[in-house]
């Protein structure tokens, strides 16, 4: 049996095309900005050696903004909270995301979970992943296109066991390691001790790695936080997110250590998704209020020193790896969907 094509009345007919024809110019007319805008960039006079991207699951902003939330617990209203990056690390570079003052980091992809938060930042654009459980990510993402322009592999640790399937499954573009038990086998063969918490193995290991001939990109993700906040302990959360600090001070002295001995370093921190408000504090996801609310904070090698940012283009996880590839000398993969973060440089 041969099915034919719906025939619509003309005049029906003449709607559609010219709806197509708007729809078309509207996405031309975007992509034509992006590419021109992040085309007009010009390129760093001394790329970064290395990029250390660090990823924290789940940590929501208001906590880094206003200090402990009041209504989960009145004893620790206000209480500051990762103040050594809000105040000793931010100052020293660029921290978007402060709604109320204009300046906006969404997800890009909406479904508000972890795995395709984490497909946004390493594809660089919309890919149809709307579980934890989505396939590998296809085609170029920011580790094979470091692997193939620089003939080098990044490093990538996460306690994230799922993580190496959905991300970094093609294993010549990273060398990837990921859960508690591959990243326990890796530290006991660096001679590191592995007997606590999958985020303390990935900050030993992130640093050892940084401390001896650290590749163009060091990826570390810390996972707990994410863990510990769906089982509404807020000052357990709060705890993890003091340790969180502790591990950025670890970071940023090692970024400094390279800046300093001529191996240009940049760190940026960001995280997957948000977290409700009030009583859904627990919960993430596409219809959950508070979920979009991300940020992102950068220092080091080439990035300006402007603190927190107040009414910025409002940016997405889209756009962290054509920034990443920007930082690094590369032809940065834009488009449709990322483009280089512009407020981080002197030009932008």
């Known amino acids: 049996m041969k099915l034919g094509l719906i025939r619509l009345p003309k005049r029906l007919r003449k709607r559609v095309l010219l709806a197509c024809l708007a729809l078309s110019l509207l996405l031309a007319g975007v992509l034509y900005q992006r590419l021109t805008r992040s085309s007009s960039l010009a390129l760093l006079t001394e790329p970064a050696a290395t990029v250390v991207l660090v990823t924290m699951d789940g940590v929501r902003?208001?906590?880094?903004?206003?200090?402990?939330?009041?209504?989960?617990?009145?004893?620790?209203?206000?209480?500051?909270?990762?103040?050594?990056?809000?105040?000793?690390?931010?100052?020293?570079?660029?921290?978007?995301?402060?709604?109320?003052?204009?300046?906006?980091?969404?997800?890009?992809?909406?479904m508000g979970i972890s795995m395709p938060g984490y497909q946004a930042i390493f594809s660089g654009g919309f890919k149809l992943c709307v579980s934890n459980q989505c396939g590998p990510l296809s085609g170029n993402t920011l580790l094979t296109d470091i692997a193939e322009k620089f003939d080098q592999s990044p490093v990538f640790f996460s306690g994230y066991q799922e993580l190496c399937d959905g991300v970094a499954a093609r294993q010549s573009a990273a060398r990837a390691f990921c859960g508690r038990d591959t990243l326990v086998e890796y530290a006991?063969?660096?001679?590191?001790?592995?007997?606590?918490?999958?985020?303390?193995?990935?900050?030993?290991?992130?640093?050892?790695?940084?401390?001896?001939?650290?590749?163009?990109?060091?990826?570390?993700?810390?996972?707990?936080?994410?863990?510990?906040?769906?089982?509404?302990?807020?000052?357990?959360?709060?705890?993890?997110?003091?340790?969180?600090?502790?591990?950025?001070?670890?970071i940023w002295a090692e970024v400094e250590k390279l800046n300093a001995a001529g191996h240009p370093t940049t760190l940026i921190v960001t995280t997957d998704h948000g977290r409700g408000y009030g009583s859904n504090w627990t919960q993430h996801r596409w219809n959950v209020p508070g979920t979009g609310n991300l940020w992102i904070f950068a220092a080091g090698h080439g990035v300006v020193q402007k603190g927190v940012l107040e009414d910025t283009q409002t940016r997405s996880l889209y756009d962290i790896r054509p920034t990443v590839e920007y930082l690094l000398g590369a032809p940065a993969q834009t488009?449709?969907?990322?483009?280089?973060?512009?407020e981080l440089f002197a030009q932008g």
């Open 61 to 110: 902003i208001q906590e880094l903004l206003d200090g402990a939330d009041g209504e989960l617990s009145s004893d620790l209203a206000g209480m500051p909270v990762m103040e050594n990056m809000m105040t000793t690390l931010v100052p020293k570079g660029v921290f978007l995301g402060n709604a109320s003052k204009g300046s906006r980091v969404h997800l890009g992809n909406p």
């Open 188 to 250: 006991e063969r660096l001679g590191l001790d592995a007997g606590g918490s999958a985020d303390s193995i990935v900050i030993d290991v992130g640093l050892e790695r940084l401390q001896n001939d650290p590749p163009k990109l060091v990826y570390l993700g810390f996972e707990n936080s994410d863990s510990v906040g769906h089982s509404g302990n807020y000052p357990n959360y709060l705890a993890v997110l003091e340790q969180y600090d502790a591990y950025l001070a670890l």
């Open 335 to 342: 488009g449709f969907w990322g483009e280089v973060i512009t």
